[in-house]
């Protein structure tokens, strides 16, 4: 069983469109996450919600938009994509926050703007 | 704000040999730290967890220190092989729900 799912892998899309990204974990895990990694594979946290709540919000644009329907789920919106969010986006989870669990990671999505 | 560093950028070793990858980070307030690999094209798995109050941990042929004093962390592979070609990223934890602030990486080839 996949601990930690996220749909779809892989995503061509256009500027200017608007895409979602799915992330689901089984594992009963209080915190979530979304990480993007560049082209240069450089992974930087952009959000995190515990229990639904956002907790944090790290300098992304407000065109990416988190949604956390239940604990064990937190979508990705991203409105009017630009070229400069290709990039693999990389769902996570864990127990009560990182402090002394370990996280889990999805397999990534890869997000290509043409 | 919290900045990890790896050394060395990438390594090709031959089979057989002991290695060592290297981290280090400049706010010792960490809860726990750790090692994760990452093959192309797939995403991040877990090898080592170290708690801040833990000097080291092993499993298998790998076995990562933490020293919080100087801000370090090492990785440690025994006898590589092939199937270790990845790339290895270390994550410092500044605790809560903070999530991890990741090195670039290791992209390690052990040549067969």
């Known amino acids: 069983d996949t601990a930690v799912s996220q749909t779809p892998k892989y995503l061509v899309t256009q500027m200017g469109n608007d895409k979602s990204i799915k992330c689901e974990q089984n594992?009963?895990?209080?915190?979530m996450y979304w990480y993007k990694q560049d082209s240069k594979k450089f992974l930087k946290i952009m959000f995190s919600?515990?229990?639904?709540?956002?907790?944090i919000n790290e300098t992304v644009p407000n065109r990416f938009s988190p949604k956390s329907p239940d604990k064990a789920h937190l979508n990705l919106h991203i409105n009017s994509l630009e070229l400069g969010d290709s990039a693999v986006y990389f769902c996570?989870?864990?127990?009560?926050?990182?402090?002394?669990?370990?996280?889990?990671f999805g397999e990534g999505s890869w997000l290509t703007v043409v | 704000k919290q900045e990890v560093t790896q050394i060395p950028a990438a390594l090709s070793v031959p089979e057989g040999e002991n290695l060592v990858l290297n981290c280090s980070f400049t706010?010792?307030?960490?809860?726990?730290l750790q090692w994760f690999r990452q093959d192309p094209g797939k995403g991040l798995t877990s090898l080592l967890l170290?708690?801040?109050?833990?000097r080291e941990q092993t499993s298998g042929r790998l076995n990562a220190s933490l020293d919080k004093s100087s801000g370090r962390s090492t990785l440690y592979i025994a006898a590589s092989q092939p199937g270790d070609s990845a790339t290895y990223l270390c994550?410092?934890?500044?605790?809560?729900?903070?999530?991890?602030?990741f090195g670039k990486g290791t992209h390690l080839i052990i040549q067969p």
């Open positions: 594992l009963g895990h209080d915190t």
């Open positions: 706010d010792s307030a960490i809860y726990n």
């Open positions: 170290i708690q801040s109050s833990q």
């Open positions: 994550a410092a934890s500044g605790g809560g729900a903070d999530g991890l602030t």
């Open positions: 996570a989870s864990s127990q009560r926050g990182i402090s002394g669990n370990t996280i889990y």
């Open positions: 919600y515990n229990n639904k709540e956002l907790i």
